[in-house]
């Protein structure tokens, strides 16, 4: 089992920034990636970022150069860094932890861009 559970949420302006917090726990060690998602209202959920467990990276087009996902280990702590944010990028953002056979998510948090 692992746990999931994000934070840092909130209402920014158009071009403010945002840090996205997922904090882990359980069992950390059958965890093979973590992800980001985000659900728009109306929208399908949407794929943001990943980060392997061997640190590599990869950000959806949509976000890249302007998002960037990391985490520190040793506080068993995923990060989203969002700069340069847009209304579209307004959402319930969501942690996901891939192990096998299955995903763990988080209860997500919100983003609010304003125009």
């Known amino acids: 089992q692992v746990q999931l559970v994000e934070s840092g949420g909130g209402l920014v302006q158009a071009g403010g920034s945002l840090r996205l917090s997922c904090a882990v726990s359980g069992s950390i060690f059958s965890i093979n990636a973590m992800r980001w998602y985000r659900q728009a209202p109306g929208k399908q959920r949407e794929y943001v970022a990943r980060i392997s467990s061997s640190g590599i990276t990869h950000h959806a087009d949509s976000v890249k150069g302007r998002f960037t996902i990391s985490r520190d280990n040793a506080k068993n702590t995923m990060y989203l860094q969002m700069n340069s944010l847009k209304p579209e990028d307004t959402a319930v953002y969501y942690c996901?932890?891939?192990?096998?056979?299955?995903?763990?998510w988080g209860q997500g948090t919100q983003v609010t861009v304003s125009s």
């Open positions: 996901n932890a891939l192990t096998k056979p299955t995903d763990y």
